[in-house]
């Protein structure tokens, strides 16, 4: 049996994205101490979920005044399949419109919860509804298994949800929240590369379902709004302010469509250092 070295606690920590994590919130400590960011610290690997799915929130931000929160998961991208690429839908659910973004938002009066609702406002960046994963010509770390971006994604959304239920606990307001709302903002923060490739998804050829040659514009993008439909089984437990829809678009864009901001290492002062707060 051979004795581990430093360098392969460096190597596995690095691998799993432990280092990133903290890099990232350690620049988010910077930028507040500089006056340049109004994000503080809450706390790291907060535990949310229930006994059979516990996982830890890699971090909380919130305003001064805790109405927003930032929900973030960190996710080191393997090397060989390091550029993220999104895409925007052109058909969501009926009247949506254009750059719509949608998270969650909690009101309550007094002490009593009133209800969870869709907070939607209009994207200030680029909006977008579908991810993919593409070659980036480095050699794969070995670590990452499955769909890093659906993967980063059902584990944000989790603990967004999760933190709703811890904060607001039998549908009433945890002690120290005072206002009349709060929304949450899921983050993913990756060392990917994001790209936009921006062109009308429904211009496929119906006989292949293949796009033309021609089609489209890639771009690369610092961070991107990024909106996904939550399975109930991610949702939280806090009653709905509408009432049970009877049309399947309202209740998507009730219950289940949330926007989650996805940062690069070249995004993060921008994404940070926005007015978020006033925004919404």
């Avoid at 799993?16 to 994590?21: T, Y």
């Avoid at 869709?118 to 960046?125: I, K, Q, W």
């Avoid at 829809?245 to 940070?272: K, M, N, Q, W």
């Amino acid at each position: 049996m051979t004795e581990p070295t430093l360098n392969d606690v460096r190597k596995v920590v690095g691998a799993h994205g432990h280092g990133f994590q903290y890099a990232v919130l350690r620049r988010a400590e910077e930028l507040s101490t500089q006056g340049l960011s109004n994000w503080v610290f809450e706390a790291a690997e907060f535990p949310v979920g229930n006994p059979d799915n516990p996982i830890h929130v890699d971090f909380v931000l919130r305003d001064a005044r805790a109405t927003v929160y930032l929900v973030v998961e960190c996710k080191r991208a393997d090397p060989a399949r390091a550029n993220w690429c999104f895409l925007k839908a052109p058909y969501t659910r009926r009247n949506a419109y254009e750059r719509e973004v949608v998270f969650q938002e909690v009101h309550y009066e007094a002490d009593t919860l009133v209800a969870a609702r869709p907070r939607t406002a209009s994207a200030s960046v680029e909006s977008t509804h579908l991810g993919l994963e593409l070659r980036a010509g480095g050699k794969g770390d070995g670590v990452t298994t499955g769909s890093a971006i659906k993967d980063a994604t059902a584990q944000v959304l989790r603990g967004a949800n999760g933190l709703l239920d811890h904060l607001f606990p039998g549908q009433r307001m945890a002690r120290g929240q005072k206002g009349n709302s709060v929304v949450f903002v899921p983050v993913i923060f990756t060392t990917a590369r994001l790209w936009v490739a921006k062109g009308d998804l429904s211009a496929a050829d119906l006989t292949t379902g293949l796009l033309p040659e021609e089609w489209g514009a890639l771009t690369s993008m610092p961070w991107l709004w990024y909106t996904h439909n939550q399975s109930p089984a991610l949702r939280h437990r806090l009653p709905s302010s509408s009432p049970t829809a009877v049309a399947l678009s309202a209740a998507l864009h009730a219950e289940y469509s949330r926007t989650i901001a996805v940062v690069s290492p070249g995004g993060i002062d921008a994404f940070l250092c926005a007015d978020l707060v006033s925004w919404l």
